[in-house]
């Protein structure tokens, strides 16, 4: 049967315009749009979309929008959003518990050792588990070190004693708190002011960028400029859209974000500088570097962590990581 030149046409024209449909890519995340993956993932954006002339749009959904800490992993996989880019304290309760030797105190001593790490073969060992759970790890992004803020004084590992800290999924950190005598708390990052203000915690651990921007530095007292760990994320896409996607496509994605997390990895160093001013002008924290005498009190109380968290992470993992990082 002959089709009508008029049907023919509409027909034509309708498969057209599907074909011009842009790719959407939802990409969710948990910090606000000006920290250092809220920086990179809009410049993910403006890169993807010009690299693929529009055949894309990339959208992003910042500040616990979307999905809090638990629950964006669990859209991911189902699909509903298609990139995150979770701290590496995060994928425990999805049963890759391999990145918490991330968590370990005082494992990486520099930003040189991490990118050793992150760019040697475990770091692409650990992005290559991800794949199990239907997930392709695209990228390391760094935020940066950890500092301890309460709303009582932290200058020595005994006055954690009985402290109520928030920690993220990992049961490293638990470790971590435990050994310094607190009580670890899991909370999602978009509940944390909450619960600072309310008396839920004393107090937490996280990078100046993150306290500033999610207005911790009001509800918290004292702040410890101790170092002693690091938050970075892996950036992340849905395995089963990331292989569908037409090859030329894949290959103009995988540039923009080799150059997205040039940049991130850029300004994070930066953005936390800036953070750390801020919070000091902000004047309602009071904060104090460790000396040198106290920094090593900490370590010795927080060395212990390695060999009781071997069991969960894996020795062997974690001699690596400690040869890479060296
Ligand atoms: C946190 O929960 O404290 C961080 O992982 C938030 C983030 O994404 O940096």
Known sequence: MKLKPLFAAALLAASAAWAQEPIVIKFSHVTTADTPKGKGAQKFKELAEAATQGRVKVDVYPNSQLYKDKEELEALQMGAVQMLAPSLSKF???GVKEFEVYD????????????????????????????????????????????????????????????KMRIQSSKVLDAQMRALGANPQVLAFSEVYQGMQTGVVDGSENT??????????????YMTVSDHGYIGYAVIANKRFWDALPPDIRTALDGAMREATRYANTIAQQENDAAL?????????????????????W???????QATVAPRVGKPLIDAFNREAA
């Open 277 to 297: 001013e801020g919070i000091k002008k902000a004047g309602k924290t009071q904060v104090r570097e460790l000396s040198p005498q106290e920094k090593a009190a």
């Open 92 to 94: 425990g309760p999805l």
């Open 104 to 163: 370990i105190p005082y494992i990486l001593p520099s930003k040189a050792a991490l990118r050793r790490v992150n760019e040697g073969p475990v770091g692409k060992a650990l992005l290559k588990k991800l794949e199990t759970k239907g997930i392709v790890g695209l990228a390391y992004w760094d935020n940066g070190f950890k500092e301890m803020t309460s709303n009582k004084p932290i200058a020595q590992p005994a006055d954690f004693r009985g402290q």
């Open 299 to 305: 370590r010795k109380a927080l060395l212990p962590v």
């Open 208 to 221: 100046p960028s993150n306290i500033y921007t999610q207005k911790m530095h009001e509800v918290q007292k």
